[in-house]
């Protein structure tokens, strides 16, 4: 019970409306397996802030459904995708297919978030974002969305060739208030802000460590100073 005791002080500590154990309760996709699946990768570790996503795509018949869940400690940002299958047609026969990522915090490349409000006209700061999608970088993979370029002239018919923009994101959670409800959208921001932290605290004592001599090194220029003051 360590992971989940961890997960109660991570989303106490941070103020987030949900322990990790009941955002997996909630989306009710194994949460037990899954549960120990992060606890597992913790090892031990406090989780500061999580994030529990649920995702589901219908295939004709077949309903398949998906679990992204980020589990976040001062140096380490965890990654877990569930996804399960059935073997058979009538659903008897199921499989769990687990893959687990361990990135440490300080080779967080960027950490970028989109929002989208409705009626932004009447926007009051009490309004609460209906939409958040959260993208994380890490390894220096990009994604490239092209399409066709277009002019100013609605009549224009001619070949202006192609657009497009590149992302750098090695993972993208859209959290939205209507599909997962407004206290997901809250903790994916909460979450945001958590690794953000986490991130600068971690390249900052990268930074301090890298400026600061070594005990020896300091030691033996006191050493050399020494012996030329001797001299």
Not at 194 to 200: E, G, M, V
Request: aromatic share 4%; hydrophobic share 35%.
């Amino acid at each position: 019970m360590t992971g989940m005791n961890a997960f109660r002080a991570g989303g106490s500590h941070i103020e987030q409306g949900q322990t990790l154990e009941q955002a997996l309760q909630r989306a009710g996709f194994y949460p037990l397996l899954v549960g120990d699946v992060i606890e597992e990768a913790l090892d031990g570790s406090p989780c500061i802030a999580h994030l529990a996503h649920l995702e589901t795509h219908f295939d004709q018949t077949e309903v398949h459904r998906h679990i992204t869940v980020l589990a976040l400690t001062e140096e380490l940002l965890i990654i877990a995708h569930v996804d399960d299958q059935q073997l058979d047609e009538q659903g008897e026969h199921v499989v769990a297919q687990i893959s687990t990522e361990t990135v440490p915090v300080r080779q967080i490349r960027s950490v970028v978030l989109n929002y989208l409000y409705t009626q932004p006209q009447d926007y009051k700061p009490s309004d609460p974002v209906r939409e958040l999608t959260l993208s994380i970088g890490w390894s220096g993979g990009q994604r490239l969305d092209i399409g066709p370029a277009a002019c100013g002239d609605p009549q224009c018919e001619a070949d202006h060739g192609y657009t497009g923009t590149i992302t750098h994101e090695d993972i993208a959670l859209r959290i939205s208030a209507e599909a997962d409800g407004l206290i997901a959208v809250q903790d994916a921001k909460i979450f945001a802000r958590a690794l953000r932290s986490a991130n600068s605290r971690a390249l900052a004592a990268g930074s301090s460590a890298e400026l600061s001599p070594s005990r020896s090194e300091t030691t033996g220029r006191g050493s050399r100073f020494g012996r030329s003051q001797h001299r």
